[in-house]
């Protein structure tokens, strides 16, 4: 039987700079710290009830880290948020079954500026699968200098991974979502034995199914180059499980391209023995291993 879960911590808001109204949850140390560790969950997730957040929010508090885990447009499937216009408050249709990918950078954003109103000076950001895609995007487009460095845990391969879920019926989708998208970005994703609830929009799908997208592109491994991602030059940790379900290519190969590509003065990879896509098992040892590594930059 599942046990109860207690979390000691602070349900936080803050407001984008296109007037949403985002929640998070943020874990202070013991002793005041002008450090920080956001974690941007993946696909259609939600800031609370992650295992591996919570792992991360102990040892970063541990090692006098502040760490906040934060809601974005693109959590849950369909939500509503709250959207200041003008004077008037307005609720607006969200959620990751309809965010604009791009839109992401205003998420982080608020974050970023929330923690600095705390007295956060360096930042450090974490994304899980495809919040990897988002943090590489945002200090791709930000260059924000106040981020010290990224933590990227399973930066799967999403346009790749659409790409031989559908197998020959890829093209023909990508192109009905096309003609559909012309109309509608938000019009659902028709059914179809791939994804039968129809959970995207055309729009949302496109994003990472569609090379002219920067989010397919991110984490291409197939590419000649991860171009966004050679732009950060903040030291960079990736981190994969050996049992990635995922994978379609050994991930030691991940690895390789990543190292091949990186634009960080300091490029460091692990590879969790055991570990699966949400390192299931091993949460507090992949934990341990981003705040060793944040802990090791001090040092140089």
């Known amino acids: 039987m599942p046990k109860d879960i207690v979390l000691k911590g602070e349900l936080v808001s803050f407001p984008t700079k296109d007037g949403l109204m985002l929640h998070g949850f943020l874990v202070r140390p013991k002793r005041r710290s002008t450090k920080a560790l956001i974690h941007v969950h993946g696909l259609q997730g939600k800031f609370y009830g992650s295992s591996f957040a919570d792992a991360l929010s102990k040892e970063a508090a541990e090692k006098g880290i502040n760490f906040l885990s934060i809601e974005l447009r693109g959590s849950y499937t369909i939500v509503g948020f709250r959207k200041r216009k003008g004077r008037k408050k307005v609720w607006v249709s969200a959620g990751g079954g309809f965010e604009r990918f791009e839109d992401s950078v205003y998420d982080i954003a608020a974050a970023i500026r929330f923690l600095r109103r705390q007295g956060v000076r360096e930042i450090y950001l974490e994304g899980h699968s495809t919040g990897c895609q988002k943090i590489t995007y945002y200090q791709y487009k930000k260059k924000d200098r106040s981020v010290k460095a990224l933590a990227l845990s399973a930066p799967a391969d999403d346009y790749n991974i659409e790409k031989k879920a ?44 569609d090379t002219k997208f920067v989010e397919a592109r991110l984490f291409n491994y197939d590419s000649d180059k991860l171009r966004e991602f050679g732009s950060i030059r903040q030291p960079v940790l990736a981190i994969f499980g050996s049992r990635e379900e995922h994978r379609l290519k050994p991930v030691r190969e991940y690895m390789r391209i990543l190292e091949r590509d990186t634009g960080s003065k300091r490029f460091d990879h692990l590879i969790i023995k055991g570990g699966d896509h949400g390192f299931s098992g091993h949460e507090k040892e992949t934990a341990k291993a981003i705040i060793k590594w944040l802990g090791s930059l001090a040092k140089r």
């Open 166 to 209: 559908f197998g020959k019926d890829f093209g023909g989708v990508v192109a009905r979502a096309k003609v559909l998208c012309k109309k509608d970005r938000d019009i659902p994703l028709p059914k179809n034995r791939i994804i039968k609830n129809g959970e995207f929009s055309v729009g949302r799908f496109l994003s990472f199914a």
